[in-house]
């Protein structure tokens, strides 16, 4: 647990118990289904589950929206366009509103400011617990055989982005269980997480250590693809994206391919989850098919078989 003092400020735990509870909209042919995960905490985090018809071999990707406060950011749906094209290449998909956001946020207009406004500590309670909600969700479904966690990646705008690095970060601090004489023979408990898309990063995001965060996923025995796309015409933005790919670029390694800083188009619209509506010549959503290739190199293509996540020490 000490990396994790360091990369979520006051909160060194790790979740150990998650309570989920459907709500699914939709008839079964449906191709997503609206669900509610409860986290350890008691918050309730909308998500959209677009599942995989390709088994369970399939790679499973969640997709964030910015979580810049719940005036100023999108929802889960402006993912749905790139979930459906995942899902149709074999992907499993969740999209989701983190807490505070979306529909994860109090319906009320009369509840209590402090469960509308960010404070301090809910960017790291959105990794530490949202998150790892929707991973015992998934893990759920890699059971049933529907998906492989072991090929799990996260595509974020904004703030998001730090906060997918830092699930990641802790998501590699979990240890496979003792249960066989090799470490390749023994049931995984995590270490799932194996690329992350990021979309005009924000950095610094509030009790978050951006730096911290980001050399753990930059930790080459990891081989963590990290791919950043931002809007070259807004310095802040450049800037930010500039100061996470420091540490993340592969300087001696041969191969820079995992790792890459990407301008997006200069128009003032195409930043963050506005990068989604970008169209080439022909028409086609540029960030749906450098996305789709994205996953397929870094997760589809792996091999890495299904195996299950019952160990019998449990």
Request: hydrophobic share 40%.
């Amino acid at each position: 647990m000490k990396l994790l003092r360091f990369i979520v400020a006051g909160q060194a735990f790790l979740v150990a118990t998650w309570a989920i509870t459907p709500s699914v909209c939709g008839q079964g042919t449906s191709p997503s289904e609206n669900r509610t995960v409860t986290t350890a905490d008691g918050w309730d985090i909308k998500i959209t589950y677009f599942e995989s018809p390709a088994g369970k071999e399939s790679p499973v990707v969640i997709l964030l929206p910015g979580a810049e406060g719940l005036e100023r950011s999108r929802t889960r749906k402006v993912w749905e366009g790139t979930a459906k094209a995942l899902q149709r290449e074999g992907l499993a998909v969740v999209t989701a509103d983190l807490r505070k956001h979306g529909d994860s946020a109090p319906d009320s207009e009369d509840a209590n400011p402090r469960l509308t406004r960010l404070g301090p500590g809910d960017y790291g309670l959105m990794a530490t617990q949202d998150l790892e909600a929707i991973k015992a969700f998934l893990v759920k479904e890699h059971q049933s055989q529907k998906l492989n966690i072991r090929k799990l990646g996260v595509a974020a705008a904004g703030s998001s982005c730090v906060v997918a690095a830092a699930f990641a970060a802790n998501d590699w601090l979990k240890k496979p269980w003792p249960d066989a004489p090799t470490f390749a023979q023994r049931t995984p408990k995590g270490q799932d997480v194996r690329a992350i898309m990021m979309l005009s990063p924000k950095s610094p995001v509030k009790g978050l250590n951006t730096t911290a965060t980001i050399k753990a996923i930059a930790d080459p025995a990891k081989q963590i693809a990290v791919h950043i796309y931002y809007n070259p015409a807004d310095r802040a933005e450049k800037k930010a994206a500039d100061s996470v790919f420091r540490f993340l670029e592969l300087k001696k390694a041969p191969d820079q391919e995992p790792r890459q800083l990407k301008e997006g188009p200069p128009e003032k619209k195409y930043s963050a989850e506005g990068l989604l509506t970008a169209k080439d010549k022909s028409g086609k959503m540029v960030m749906e098919k450098h996305i789709g290739d994205f996953f397929k190199a870094y997760l589809k293509m792996r091999e890495d078989p299904w195996k299950t996540r019952t160990s019998k020490l449990e």
